[in-house]
């Protein structure tokens, strides 16, 4: 059974970075499509970062240039490097994986994704992130 975890969610104000954490169990982690989502109050959720399995990121329009995601197959974690956050980025934040989605499924997550759609085997039970201005 694949559990995910979130952590590194808190406080920041706009302009600032912030680092999110989703650690894994499971045996094939370097086999999944990762990928980060968020979902702001009253808004659906919506595909913000994912990596395939062969490292290659993808990202959504607003967090392109701003957000990097990366994974530490040793360590199975995935990991969001948030810089230059404004408060329209302020959202639980949500880790996801699909086990066998290909390379350009894993793109389409990221870069497609509204709430439904695809086939996403777990979720984490997110972290909360909110952007000050």
């Known amino acids: 059974q694949v559990q995910l975890m979130e952590s590194g969610g808190g406080s920041v104000q706009s302009g600032g970075s912030l680092t999110l954490s989703c650690a894994a169990s499971?045996?094939?982690?370097?086999?999944?499509?990762m990928g980060w989502f968020r979902q702001a109050p009253g808004k659906e959720r919506e595909g913000v970062a994912s990596?395939?399995?062969?490292?290659?990121?993808s990202y959504s329009d607003s967090v392109k240039g701003r957000f990097t995601i990366s994974r530490d197959n040793a360590k199975n974690t995935l990991y969001l490097q948030m810089n230059s956050v404004t408060p329209e980025d302020t959202a639980m934040y949500y880790c996801?994986?699909?086990?066998?989605?290909?390379?350009?499924?894993?793109?389409?997550?990221?870069?497609?994704?509204?709430?439904?759609?695809?086939?996403?085997?777990?979720w984490g039970q997110g972290t909360l992130v909110v952007v000050s201005s």
């Open positions: 996801a994986a699909d086990l066998s989605a290909p390379p350009d499924t894993c793109a389409w997550y990221s870069e497609n994704y509204r709430g439904s759609g695809g086939n996403l085997n777990a």
């Open positions: 990596m395939d399995i062969n490292g290659t990121p």
């Open positions: 499971g045996d094939t982690y370097s086999s999944w499509c």
